[in-house]
């Protein structure tokens, strides 16, 4: 049995490698809603949403860089760069809240790697 981070990380690689439909249909409750500003906050407009991105972007590269579960919440933090002249690269957070090992809350978060970085410890 996995745990829920492991279903977190799983869930992620799924949805970043063009197949969120089944990412969702393993890991998403049918009851799940999301708190990402620019979609509808139901299941089938996020699940879409990660499909096209991967259409748009299907060579981008996505790296966990640590996973944290406490809890029914797991947090996963993680390095996207997406392809080509201009692509976005920065940091991302994605938080999940579980119940009976599905996925039924997710809320996430990114900022921009700027071109000059203040901080020398990096964001990674």
Do not use: C
Request: aromatic share 10%; charged share 30%.
């Amino acid at each position: 049995m996995m745990t829920k981070k492991e279903i977190a990380q799983h869930f992620l690689k799924l949805a970043s490698s063009g197949q969120s439909r089944k990412a969702f249909e393993l890991y998403v409750s049918d009851h799940f809603k999301h708190h990402n500003a620019y979609y509808k906050a139901d299941r089938e407009t996020l699940m879409l949403a990660m499909e096209q991105a991967h259409k748009e972007s299907p060579n981008k590269i996505f790296e966990i860089q640590r996973a944290l579960e406490d809890g029914l919440l797991v947090a996963v933090h993680s390095r996207v760069q997406q392809e080509g002249e201009g692509g976005w690269e920065g940091a991302v957070m994605h938080i999940f809240r579980f119940e009976d090992d599905k996925i039924v809350e997710l809320w996430d978060f990114g900022q921009t790697i700027p071109d000059e970085m203040v901080n020398e410890n990096g964001m990674f």
